[in-house]
């Protein structure tokens, strides 16, 4: 089969975890993957160490926390004639121990420039490819966490999330701010502020286009991926005891294979056509566990909160 025959999805951040895994997995079924990451030469190798064949996915430069980077990868993306099925919104920085806030090229705080505006722009340019997929099924997919849901027990753990009335966004986001909510800053706080920003941009997306559409938009938790990548900025010791805490007391441990694979079926089975859904697994250990749609916080199920971070978002990113 000829590659432009080939579904073909792009996943952000495919160097490694998550990413990595899902377009593993997208690739045996038959997908071709634009890996879009910053760094190409670690891709390219990850995916030969993984076994993909070097027809089965296409390395493109992104960097999520530039806005013109965002913007450089849509263009070289539409320069190879490349269709789009399926966006996969999965990169993500985690940060726990900075003290003073990291900025990106337009001044952002770094965290939430790359987990929420990056994505949120890229979601928004790459709607017009999606809506010209040869697909009956488009489908845009942006990865979720448990610490953005305080109902949950791995969302408990404080600090927690909270956007306020995105007083930051609304000040411009820029020195000295550094939060959503306009306070000071707290480097875990902004990461999950940024992950409850992911959910909220999947449901809004949801509702100003399915039905206009039909791109099916959803996000998912596919367990707890304990010795992902994402934890490299933490403490040593909080790397080894966090997978056993996972594995033996919370029962939220899965491998970043398995992740990967939970991640690929929402990007591509028919069971999980079911747009503005947020999905996750019971039993997640489990290699058979079974799937449902879970309630989301209450900040990211709040309609208003919703409108309000896109209008600002947009006005950040430079749609309006």
């Known amino acids: 089969m000829a590659q432009n025959q080939k579904p073909t999805a792009v996943i952000t951040g495919a160097s490694s975890g998550v990413g990595l895994y899902t377009a593993k997995a997208l690739a ?23 076994g993909m064949s070097s027809d089965s996915y296409t390395l493109i430069h992104i960097d999520l926390a530039s806005m013109e980077s965002v913007k450089r990868f849509v263009q070289n993306f539409r320069a ?9 919104c999965n990169a993500a920085i985690y940060m726990p121990l900075l003290k003073q806030p990291l900025r990106s090229p337009e001044g952002f705080e770094l965290s939430m420039a790359t987990n929420h505006l990056g994505h949120f722009l890229l979601a928004n340019l790459m709607l017009e490819d999606l809506k010209r997929s040869n697909s009956n099924d488009p489908r845009l997919v942006i990865l979720g966490t448990v610490t953005h849901n305080p109902d949950e027990l791995g969302g408990k753990i404080p600090p927690r999330p909270d956007l306020g009335n995105f007083e930051g966004f609304e000040a411009g986001f820029k020195a000295p701010i550094a939060m959503a909510d306009g306070k000071q800053f707290e480097s875990v706080k902004a990461y999950k502020d940024s992950k409850v920003c ?34 490299r900025n933490h403490y040593p010791l909080f790397q080894k005891i966090f997978p056993w805490f996972q594995k033996n007391i919370t029962g939220g441990y899965v491998s970043q294979e398995l992740s990967g694979e939970r991640v690929a079926a929402v990007i591509a089975d028919p069971e999980y056509k079911q747009s503005g859904a947020y999905f996750s697994w019971g039993n997640r250990q489990k290699k058979n566990g079974q799937s449902f749609v879970q309630k ?7 309609d208003e909160k919703a409108e309000r971070m896109w209008d600002l978002s947009a006005k950040l990113v430079g749609l309006t």
Not at 28 to 50: I, N, S, T
Not at 207 to 223: A, C, E, Q, V
């Open 28 to 50: 045996q079924k038959g997908w071709h993957v634009v890996m879009a990451c910053r760094d190409l030469d670690k891709a390219d190798k990850a995916a030969k160490a993984e």
């Open 80 to 88: 190879r004639e490349l269709t789009l099925d399926a966006l996969l």
């Open 198 to 231: 992911n959910v909220l941009t999947m449901r809004e997306l949801h509702r100003r286009y399915h039905d206009s559409t039909g791109i099916t938009f959803t996000s998912l938790y596919p367990g707890c991926v304990a010795e992902t990548p994402l934890f």
């Open 296 to 302: 989301v916080s209450p900040q990211a199920r709040d």
